[in-house]
């Protein structure tokens, strides 16, 4: 059973910078693509960024694309999340979530995914 904490979120001014952080604690061998996703009150949880176990195959969303970038660092089973340039719109809960299939076209669908963390918040301002 995979277990994911995320931690990183803080208040930020727009312009600025932040790394998130996931860690999986159980299970990570077994997590053929890990993500992250996002989620604004009154909205839709929308994927951010997927990474292939392999470390090779990168995916982002239409409107982070150039500003975040996704790393793991399998050894210490971290996944991360860099955002810069970040803007009030990127405001919300941002979850870890990983999945034991491949990422592949449908990786921003987060029924594909059977493990979440609890979220870390992340407000711009």
């Known amino acids: 059973h995979v277990q994911l904490v995320e931690s990183g979120g803080s208040s930020v001014q727009a312009g600025g910078s932040l790394r998130l952080s996931c860690l999986a604690t159980t299970g990570t061998l077994i997590s053929r693509c890990m993500a992250w996703f996002r989620q604004a009150p009154g909205k839709e949880r929308e994927g951010v960024a997927a990474?292939?176990?392999?470390?090779?195959?990168?995916f982002y969303g239409d409107s982070v694309k150039g500003r975040f970038t996704i790393s793991q660092q399998r050894e210490r089973n971290m996944v991360y999340l860099d955002m810069s340039d970040l803007k009030p719109e990127d405001t919300a809960m941002y979850y870890c979530a990983a999945t034991p299939w491949s990422c592949g076209g449908n990786w921003a669908d987060k029924d594909k995914y059977g493990h979440w963390g609890q979220g870390t918040q992340v407000t711009v301002s």
């Open positions: 990474i292939g176990s392999a470390g090779d195959s990168y």
